[in-house]
Structure formats: structure tokens, C-alpha cells
């Protein structure tokens, strides 16, 4: 079955928001866990804005399934990850401030960037992916880089609506399909949410899926476990 990827960011996005230490990421990760995660994500942000550094270490630390660690590829983050080591990494593009206009990586115009970030981690035994957008040239400059998987960005089929949605899920099977041959794994997230996850949990294709917000909007009404057990669910009809 296709894998869960929880991310708890906003988890963080509450606590930040006062400064304190109540909701605690890794309480909501280990929940998620128990509730049939596959695994738990995390970006770890430049300005810091939900996840700390400290989130990360104890997450390391104490996950049962795997982490993911988003990350822009920087110096900085690259020299974290080492420490830090977590099972898979995806590199993601610095300044992803808006949710309509942003785009996957560009992994064709910062190809040497990424794949020595990419060797860099992956001699660390780091599995790497790269958020892309589905694109033929991006998905091929991905296996130029070296890196294990791509994660598709799924952020434009989840805003369009009617033909442009077609036409981007389109994309997203051609671009899995294109990713898989070429020895990619291929992972998918951004914007998915309990309506629109069938369409892109079906595709042949499609190992995992990292979703974030609205997990955590729907576990703020049920509790996160009853949040990761619906999403689990709707995922399991999906390969039916
Ligand atoms: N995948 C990647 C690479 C992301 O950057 C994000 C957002 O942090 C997600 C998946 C999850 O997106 P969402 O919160 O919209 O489910």
C-alpha cells in the first residue's frame, strides 16, 4: 500500500504562535504513528517559523517509523542533515513563502548544487528526494543528480478545478510514469487533502505521499489519530 507521510509543521505553527511548549510536534507525531503513520515529516525553515532545530533531534531520537526532513539546500541545512542523519531528506526550493505561486525545485538550472547536496547526503546512507513540479526536464535533471526519488508537486492539480485539473493530473501520471523508468521512486504531497487524494493516490506509480495541513486542520475537530486513521483509509481503497 502507498505509503503516509504526516507532516506536523503546523503542529509547531500553533505552539510558535505563543511561544510555549503546548501542542509538542513530537506528541503529535508519535500519535500519528501509533494511529498507522508510515512516517513523519518535517520542514525545518530558515526563519524558524514552526519547526526547531530541537524538534528534529528528539524526533530522530524517538520516531518508530521513519522521518523526512524537508530542507532548502543550503550550507547550513546540508551540515544539519549530516548531523542530524534523518532516513530520507527532501530538498525543497529557500524561499517557498506562497502557497499559489510556488513552485517544485528547479533542479535544471542548480543541477551541480543539488546533486553534490544530494551525494553529500546519500553517502550518509540519507535517502534523497526532490520537490518537483511535473515537468519531463525536471524529473530528468532529478536522475541526473543521483537522488532516490522525486517528490511530484501536486499543488497545482490540487488548485485547479475542472479541465485544468485534468490536465494537471495528466501531468502528475506522466511525470510518475517517466520517474519510474528512469529508477526514480516517486513521492508525492503539497496541497492534498480528503477530497483530493484519490485521483493521486491511484496512480500506479506513487510510493508515498507527504501530507501536512489538512491532517492537521481535521485533527484540531477529531484528534489526530482519528485524523491519520481517515487518511489511511481513504488510501487503502485507493490500490483496492
Ligand atoms: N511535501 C512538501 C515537499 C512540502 O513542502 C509540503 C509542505 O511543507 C508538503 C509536502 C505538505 O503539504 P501540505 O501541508 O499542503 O499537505
Do not use: W
Not at 477530497?195 to 481535521?218: F, K, T, Y
Amino acid at each position: 500500500m502507498i505509503r503516509l507521510g504526516v507532516n506536523v509543521d503546523h503542529v509547531a505553527t500553533v505552539r510558535q504562535a505563543r511561544r510555549v511548549d503546548v501542542p509538542d510536534p513530537v506528541e503529535a507525531a508519535l500519535l500519528a504513528e501509533a494511529a498507522g503513520a508510515d512516517g513523519i515529516t518535517v520542514h525545518l525553515r530558515e526563519d524558524r517559523r514552526h519547526i526547531q532545530e530541537r524538534d528534529v533531534r528528539i524526533l530522530r531520537q524517538r520516531l518508530h517509523t521513519k522521518l523526512n526532513l524537508e530542507m532548502a539546500v543550503t550550507p547550513a541545512m546540508l551540515a544539519f542533515a549530516e548531523d542530524v542523519r534523518p532516513d530520507d531528506a527532501c530538498f525543497v526550493p529557500e524561499k517557498r513563502e506562497e502557497l499559489t505561486t510556488e513552485g517544485g525545485l528547479d533542479v535544471v538550472s542548480h543541477r551541480q548544487k543539488i546533486r553534490e547536496g544530494t551525494q553529500r547526503l546519500q553517502s550518509l546512507a540519507v535517502r534523497v528526494s526532490l520537490f518537483v513540479d511535473p515537468e519531463t526536464a525536471q524529473i530528468e535533471a532529478s536522475r541526473d543528480a543521483g537522488a532516490h526519488a522525486v517528490e511530484i508537486h501536486t499543488g497545482a492539480y490540487c488548485n485547479a478545478l475542472s479541465v485544468e485539473r485534468e490536465k494537471q493530473l495528466q501531468a502528475i501520471l506522466e511525470a510518475s510514469k517517466l520517474a519510474q523508468s528512469l529508477g526514480l521512486e516517486v513521492h508525492g504531497g503539497h496541497g492534498l487533502n480528503y477530497d483530493n487524494v484519490l485521483a493521486i493516490a491511484q496512480i500506479p506509480e506513487m510510493a508515498e505521499l507527504n501530507i501536512g495541513h489538512s491532517i492537521i486542520a481535521r485533527a484540531i475537530i477529531v484528534g489526530i489519530e482519528q485524523a491519520v486513521r481517515e487518511m489511511k483509509d481513504l488510501l487503502s481503497k485507493a490500490k483496492e
